[in-house]
């Protein structure tokens, strides 16, 4: 199973735009965006071009919550949060101070993490830790996504 990873957007709509179309060229079965979004408006290309369905969590930057969740349709959850993909769990969260604790448990197939705005893939065990970097490339100037592969335990960053 693909799964796209997306964080730190940061109301960058071009780049989300970008990353939704990448998304589903590469025929991602599911995104999840590990936080920081902004602004509701910031969802819509999530809403409107990506074919597949998303969930995600709530950033350290996300003020508005209420209006991110509505107009994310009650697709935003606490960080961090737990989510069934097929026969695995994927654990995704903003903030990951506990990440190596996490992926020693071997509960998760996937964990995802945003905040550092930093692109990173590691395996620990059965467990693929992957941060996507900062799709808004606001901080470093490098906008960033993930593609990760449940089946094979392998993911991809990619450059928008």
Not at 10 to 29: S, Y
Not at 90 to 98: A, K, R, T
């Amino acid at each position: 199973m693909k799964i796209g990873l997306i964080a730190d957007s940061h109301d960058n709509v071009p780049m989300i735009e970008r990353a939704c179309e990448l998304f589903n060229t590469q025929g991602v079965q599911m995104v999840f965006h590990a936080g920081d979004y902004i602004a509701p408006f910031s969802l819509n290309p999530l809403n409107n071009i990506l074919r597949c369905d998303y969930r995600g969590v709530f950033g350290n930057n996300d003020g508005e919550r209420l209006g991110l969740q509505k107009t994310a349709e009650n697709r935003l959850h606490p960080s961090p949060s737990e989510f069934d993909v097929g026969e695995w769990k994927v654990l995704v969260g903003h903030e990951m101070p506990i990440l190596e604790a996490v992926a020693a448990s071997e509960k998760y197939r996937l964990v995802a993490y945003g905040h550092t705005h930093l692109p990173e893939i590691k395996l620990e065990g059965h467990t693929l830790l992957v941060n996507p970097g900062e799709c808004g490339g606001w901080l470093h100037g490098r906008c960033t996504v993930a593609v990760a592969h449940l089946d094979t335990l392998q993911a991809e960053i990619i450059d928008l």
